[in-house]
Nanobody
Framework: QARLVESGGGLVQPGGSLRLSCAAS????????MAWYRQAPGKERDLVAG???????NYADSVKGRFTISRDNAKNTVYLQMNSLKPEDTAVYYC???????????????WGQGTQVTVSS
């Protein structure tokens, strides 16, 4: 069964860095867009960064210049390098992929289980 598995969250001090990873597995035929979203307590889930299959990227204004999204198509994996972290970056981070499994005729949105990122001194 197709799924996304995230890793790399944790506790970091302000100004620190973290790298999130998200691997797609389970008979993946093709992945189009991949992205990272985040949801802070009491707030909606918002887009952080997205990347197309050919490597075009877009970022939320709040993370431009600090976060970098990248992907390894051979490994079906997307990464989020987060630098100069701020307390307001604290949230659960979710991986998203628009992809098709071999057992499916259609592309669908898939979500990871989420990984907690806490920025605090």
């Amino acid at each position: 069964q197709a799924r996304l598995v995230e890793s790399g969250g944790g506790l970091v001090q302000p100004g620190g860095s973290l790298r999130l990873s998200c691997a797609a597995s389970g008979g993946i035929f093709r992945i189009n867009r991949m992205a990272w979203y985040r949801q802070a307590p009491g707030k909606e889930r918002d887009l952080v960064a997205g990347i197309t299959a050919d490597g075009s990227t877009n970022y939320a204004d709040s993370v431009k210049g600090r976060f970098t999204i990248s992907r390894d198509n051979a490994k079906n994996t997307v990464y989020l390098q987060m630098n100069s972290l701020k307390p307001e970056d604290t949230a659960v981070y979710y991986c998203n992929a628009y992809m098709r499994a071999y057992t499916d005729y259609n592309f669908r949105d898939y979500w990871g289980q989420g990984t907690q990122v806490t920025v605090s001194s």
